[in-house]
């Protein structure tokens, strides 16, 4: 599409393709979102949305996706991709920023579906965006954070050479929660192993993503 090239992005990792998602690949996605997306005791997001029965949990995973096409400017923007294995969707990758063109830093944010988990996913397609924003966009660091009771991300996070940043308190299902923040630089990205991913059609998206 001329007007939007972001449709074009592909991140391609050895197991993995990252795409921004089509109307077909919402609904494949909403549906892997009514499926479940953690076990019922608990709460990896500080906004409950997955605690929502799952009609509505699949259609806020849709209307999340189009507000992230609705509001997206250069000086603002947050780009959800979904995360494809084997032709099958399997979870959604994002990759966030804000006046990326003076500050150079990005956000991270994914989940994927419940029977997906523990297969290495997580980390194969943390992998793909942050190769995006270091090697493809120029950044100079990326953040993350994740609830001291979720291991798993936190693990993701260290295995790729994050390291903590700080500390939040959080109202989560109105109980006081504590997050954790990561930053990982450029220069730790580039001196940790990890799987190559290819990045297609990066270049029309430059303007999108305020890159000069």
Not at 83 to 96: A, C, D, K, P, R
């Amino acid at each position: 599409m001329r007007n939007w090239p972001l449709f074009d992005l592909r991140l391609t990792t050895p197991r993995l393709e990252l795409r921004v998602p089509t109307l077909a690949d919402l609904d494949a996605l909403a549906d892997l979102a009514a499926d479940g997306v953690h076990a019922p005791g608990l709460m990896p997001f500080v906004q409950p949305w997955s605690d929502a029965p799952p009609a509505e949990r699949a259609r806020s995973t849709v209307q999340f996706q189009w507000r992230g096409w609705a509001e997206w400017t250069p000086e603002d923007w947050r780009c959800d991709f979904v995360v494809v294995l084997n032709g099958e969707i399997v979870g959604t990758q994002g990759l966030s920023a804000r006046d990326f063109a003076t500050v150079r830093e990005v956000g991270t944010g994914s989940w994927v579906g419940l029977r997906h988990q523990g297969k290495g996913i997580g980390t194969e397609m943390r992998t793909a965006v942050l190769d995006l924003a270091f090697t493809g966009l120029g950044a100079t660091e990326a953040t993350s954070s994740a609830f001291a009771d979720n291991p798993a991300s936190l693990a993701v996070s260290r295995k790729l050479g994050y390291t903590e940043d700080g500390l939040f308190r959080r109202s989560r299902r109105a109980t006081r929660a504590t997050e954790i923040r990561l930053r990982l630089t450029r220069e730790t990205w580039h001196a940790t192993p990890h799987p190559t991913t290819e990045i297609t059609a990066l270049q029309p998206c430059f303007p999108l993503f305020g890159t000069p």
